[in-house]
């Protein structure tokens, strides 16, 4: 499954919020804020060129931007892209990496991250050496860049169908999610795991933090992310409360349990219901400095049915007691419509984020959500037509304010493609 079919199948963006864009166009009005958007790169431009880059990108230390793309290459398994800026404006892409159906990765699935040597890691859907996808690591050189397997998924107890994304913890851990597996008879091919790999005598130990169980605790876990005492908190996408058809999905979170270095104690930060005040169908999230938690739903809010979705805020509690829920901006199956991915947040506390579909052309926008005295105000960057089609990772933001994003489709090849995008 390619990223592009993993969205569709967690996501009611198609079905639900296109028809709605043309029929309710002229009952809200659009808040647009002024930007300059710029087609960095169009994928597809030959033949063995990446396709569908659908994970979000990280910079290097010299302002170059890394990235995957699902699908594509010489192999047709993939690609790890670099993208460089060139004098007068330009940028160059090139394949780092390519994946083949041959044992190793296949389908990279999520985003990449850097270690302290410029090593890069991620995870592929597919591949390994039992086809339930892999942890990988690319190792610099003067003659290129070396993949190498840490870990190839059983489809068993240690999970299967990794995506999502990977980060370190302070000790060099690096920690990620499986979709399905991990041994649970609850869900039809496992509920999901969050996994661990540690470097061990120039090797990797693999473990199992937490097999979800596809009940109070949900299953299909779709993100993850570590703050700076090592907690991990992540997103579950169904499962949970049983009013919606799937479970409406969790937010957890994996404590290290006190005076162990090996342990975790798994728990709930909230749990979605079809009535409550955060949508349903958690899809990302990302933490503060404050350690409260945004992220986004890809149903419920608004007026689509079941629901476009929302941006909420998990406010964390001043000590012992619930995470308090609110709303920054369900969208409504008009000029906003629908299913918010990824988030980013800059440092006045701006939110940042894409949605598969929505204005006008239901090829997917670029908004921002700014804190106001008393409430959010909600407004369009950028609606794609003709220079891409339905974002799926977010947008990244470097020190200027600048925006990069990626778009799966369209584009010049009808392949997806990067963009930037600049306040005027």
Known sequence: MTIKETFVRLSFWRTACGPIVVLTLALAPVAWAQYTTTTLYNFGRFSTD?????TPMIFDGSGNLYGTTSTGGPGGGGVVYELSPSSGGSWTETIIQTFADHGGPLSPS????????GNLYGVSYYGGSFDQGTVYKLSP?????TATVLHSFTGGSDGALARGNVVFDSKGNLFGITDQGGGSTGCPSGCGTVFELSPSGGGWTSRVLYAFTGGIDGWAPAALTVDSSGNLFG???VGGDRGCPS???TIFRLQPASGSSTSYTFGLIYSFTPLGPAGYNPFSLVLDAAGNIYGTTIAGGGRCNPGC???FKLTKPASAGLWKASILHAFTGTYDCGSPVALSLDSSGNVFGSTGSGSFTSYG???KITPVSGGWNFAVLHNFVTDGGHPSSGVLIDAHGNLFGNTLDAGQFGSGTIFEMSPR
């Open 309 to 311: 979705g929302d941006v």
């Open 50 to 54: 990446g396709q569908e880059p659908g």
């Open 110 to 117: 999520s985003s990449l991250i850097f270690d302290g040597s």
């Open 247 to 249: 479970g409406c999905g």
């Open 365 to 367: 926008e670029v908004f």
């Open 141 to 145: 050189s003067s003659s290129g860049w």
């Open 235 to 237: 997103v579950a996408v």
